[in-house]
């Protein structure tokens, strides 16, 4: 096999998806068996919404699980930078080059008449995607255009018409009709790339030879394939993992399951027993139908032609029980108390904890009770401790799921935004705070009184918060999909 190089590149948008782990473990799994490199790079181009300070979070939670890489934004290595945002000369100059080649156009279309014209498609029941307006723009009308200012994007010469043969590792070849794809924008009018040419110029000059990625990326293969036969590159080998699922057979969302890697540590779940599950989403049970085994045995055994092309169930059920076994099986109890100290039994958290039980403790027993909460994986609260006077459940389950959508948008998690959130959420249903504090304080808790809401769900984090609403969601019977499709309308509308 070719010298392997793989690269996983997650944004800096939030907390690592378990998909991102997925993706990474399969990386590295297929590094280590070859002898190669597994790169970390930070696809940071999103000015919108990326943030540096996730980047830390990013390194932890991939590190928790025990997926090192060998370059990266920390680390260094000779392909750098490893942060798309200080690439920008090297995409503008690739751009540039197709441009000068033929193979992309500047666009100067407004977003009115983008808006328009999706509308009009809408109208018509036609195929959604550019029309191709500014394809055959003369150069000199391009060159006037340019003197006057206007603001413009650069798009990709998509052919119009034949079909793409994606060749990918474990499905063969994939037939893919250009004609349902239009021209991709390349660069922004921020002159920031977009994902499309920043993952291809940046795979090519750190030398990936083999991406391994989720299965729905697989319609965006032809875009990536016009642009490398349009710099004369060669592509690198493709292999597109089965999505995980959601129990239903959907794709994982965080609306029906936990998704981020931070929740599966804070809940208390061994890493390597969610690398093994991980493992066992895509890849058969080693040495017969025992599904626990290690990295190093995942390593020795790993065989791409393995990897079932199935659907992958994430189901937490199964999880809980591999994790149990390793708790079990694998731990002495020397080594189950230092991953509690390391887990949660830390100074520091039990620190954040005392001043909000201090004024409520007449002794030092008074203290574990108290924040149990805090370390339970989930707790339990009734339907009737979750209804305030004078509501009913049909008016809090709707409330509670605004309070989820409220606590995902708080981007520096702590007391003071998620106060803010939650007072929105008041305001929004022209509620007293204290209808909209009562449930949360009980979802997060499982007791009608607890310490004081929004520093509680600050040092709970963000990740447990969410899934403690939804499971409180659940116990007053939930919201139907089209309900939370209706309100989410509403509330977006706000």
């Not at 000068?100 to 995607?129: S, V, W």
């Not at 059920?317 to 390793?326: F, I, M, S, T």
């Not at 106060?419 to 929004?428: K, N, P």
């Not at 449930?439 to 918060?465: E, H, Y």
Request: proline share 6%; charged share 25%.
């Amino acid at each position: 096999m070719t010298d392997v190089r793989v690269r996983v590149a997650p944004s800096p948008t939030g907390p690592v998806h378990v998909g991102t782990a997925y993706q990474a473990l399969f990386d590295l799994v297929l590094a280590r068996k070859h002898g190669g490199q597994f790169v970390l790079r930070i696809e940071d181009t999103d000015q919108t919404r990326s943030r540096r300070e996730w980047e830390e979070p990013i390194f932890q939670a991939l590190r928790w699980l025990g997926l090192e890489w060998d370059e990266g934004p920390d680390v260094g290595g000779p392909y750098g930078p490893y942060r798309q945002s200080e690439r920008l000369e090297i995409y503008q100059e690739h751009a540039k080059q197709l441009v000068n080649g033929g193979h992309a156009y500047p666009c100067f279309c407004t977003a009115e008449r983008l808006d328009a014209l999706r509308k009009e498609q809408m109208q018509h029941k036609e195929r959604l995607g550019y029309d191709g307006h500014c394809r055959d723009l003369s150069a000199e009308d391009v060159a006037a255009k340019m003197a006057e200012g206007l603001s413009h994007v650069i798009r990709l010469k998509m052919p119009g018409a034949g079909t793409c043969v994606v060749k990918d590792h474990l499905r063969g070849e994939v037939e893919l009709d250009f004609a349902q794809m239009d021209d991709q924008v390349l660069v922004k009018s921020d002159g920031f790339p977009t994902y499309h040419l920043a993952v291809v110029v940046d795979d090519h000059l750190m030398k990936i030879s083999h991406v391994i990625r989720g299965e729905e990326w697989i319609t965006s293969a032809p875009k990536h394939l016009v642009l490398y036969e349009a710099f004369g590159w060669e592509p690198p080998q493709y292999m597109h993992l089965p999505l995980l699922l959601n129990p239903d057979g959907s794709k994982m969302s965080k609306r029906k399951n936990p998704t981020s890697v931070e929740y599966y540590r804070r809940a208390g779940y061994a890493p390597e027993a969610l690398l093994n599950y991980l493992a066992l989403m895509a890849y058969p049970p080693i040495d017969g139908d025992e599904e626990m085994f290690s990295f190093g045995q995942l390593t020795e055994d790993f065989d791409a032609d393995k990897i079932n092309l199935g659907g992958s169930i994430f189901d937490i059920e199964k999880l809980d029980w591999l994790n149990g076994r390793y708790v079990r099986e694998r731990k002495t109890p020397e080594q189950l108390l230092d991953d509690l100290k390391a887990w949660l039994l830390t100074d520091d958290y039990v620190g954040q904890m005392l001043p909000l039980l201090q004024q409520r403790m007449e002794t030092l027993g008074d203290f574990v009770p108290q924040v149990a909460f805090f370390f339970a994986r989930k707790v339990a609260p009734s339907a009737e401790d979750l209804v305030p006077k004078k509501r009913e459940a049909e008016q809090v389950v709707p409330m509670l799921q605004t309070a989820v959508w409220a606590l995902d948008g708080v981007l520096d998690w702590n007391k003071e935004g998620v106060e803010a959130a939650l007072r929105g959420v008041a305001e929004y249903w022209d509620w007293p705070v204290r209808d909209v504090t009562v449930p949360l304080t009980v979802a997060l808790t499982g007791q009608r009184v607890g310490p004081p809401l929004f520093d509680s769900a600050a040092l709970l984090g963000q990740d447990m918060m969410r899934m403690r609403i939804l499971d409180a969601m659940g116990v007053l019977g939930g919201l139907s999909k089209k309900k939370v499709t209706k309100l989410e309308k509403e509330w977006t509308r706000r």
